[in-house]
């Protein structure tokens, strides 16, 4: 198994230019969430997904749009890149079940944006 | 909301020494979830330890240990023995479950500001 994987893992935008960040888990999670690192202020979500078919914001939502395409994909839109977006973005998956006792988050390896 | 403070920012010791990184938390739910993540240079996030609310039994595994007491809202981590290989961001995160519309469960994690810590041979 994969686990989580992103793509791509490096990206330069100029502001103002669009792209997509594509996460994907093959671990048959419900939830699915996007997070952004940045320098001393540990990660903070975006957006998530409790399951498919459903999105909500997080605590950073402004400036990201994202699409819960099926169970495995989850992707982030960035409409109109600003330097204030540059950071590395984490998206995650668990499977948050409550008898099952087992509630924490796999991550992906990341992608490290940089907006000029 | 929740919040979680990791006071120390960066701790540097030599090899072979204990060392503690500090954790607390702040939430007014009764049940939660408390977790430790590591993070290497290489970047990625490795999930280490996971604590219910309802059990304060505390725990070792190999090199480390972990201390939970709801009284103090602390769950501490020890790595005994340090190891260079031990040189990494090291993450304390809370979570609230949660149901959605369609009775999924579904947990978002608040981060501490992370512990650079450099262990030095």
């Known amino acids: 198994n994969a686990g989580v994987t992103q793509t791509p893992k490096f990206q330069v935008l100029k502001t103002g230019q669009s792209m997509t960040l594509q996460c994907a888990q093959d671990?048959?999670?419900?939830?699915m969430y996007w997070y952004r690192q940045d320098p001393g202020m540990g990660l903070r979500l975006i957006y998530y997904s409790a399951s498919e078919g459903t999105t909500d914001k997080g605590e950073v939502p402004n400036g990201y749009n994202v699409s819960r395409l099926n169970k495995r994909e989850f992707s982030l839109r960035l409409e109109s890149a600003a330097p204030s977006q540059t950071s590395v973005y984490f998206c995650a998956s668990s499977e948050a079940l409550m008898w099952a006792n087992s509630y924490e988050q796999y991550f992906g390896p990341g992608t490290r944006l940089t907006v000029t | 909301a929740q919040k979680v403070t990791q006071a120390q920012t960066e701790i540097s010791v030599v090899e072979k020494e204990d060392v503690t990184l500090d954790c607390v938390y702040e939430?007014?739910?009764?049940?939660?979830?408390l977790f430790w993540y590591k993070q290497p240079p290489s970047g990625e996030l490795v999930f280490l330890i996971r604590r219910n609310s309802f059990d304060e039994q505390n725990e070792i595994s190999g090199r480390y240990s972990w201390n939970f007491q709801k009284s103090t809202s602390s769950f501490n981590f020890t790595i005994t023995a340090s190891q260079v290989v031990d040189s990494a961001v090291y993450f304390c995160a809370l979570s609230l479950l949660r149901l959605n519309a369609g009775g999924t469960s579904y947990g978002k994690l608040t981060f501490g500001q992370g512990t650079i810590l450099t262990v030095h041979p």
């Open positions: 671990m048959n999670h419900n939830s």
């Open positions: 939430t007014r739910d009764t049940t939660y979830y």
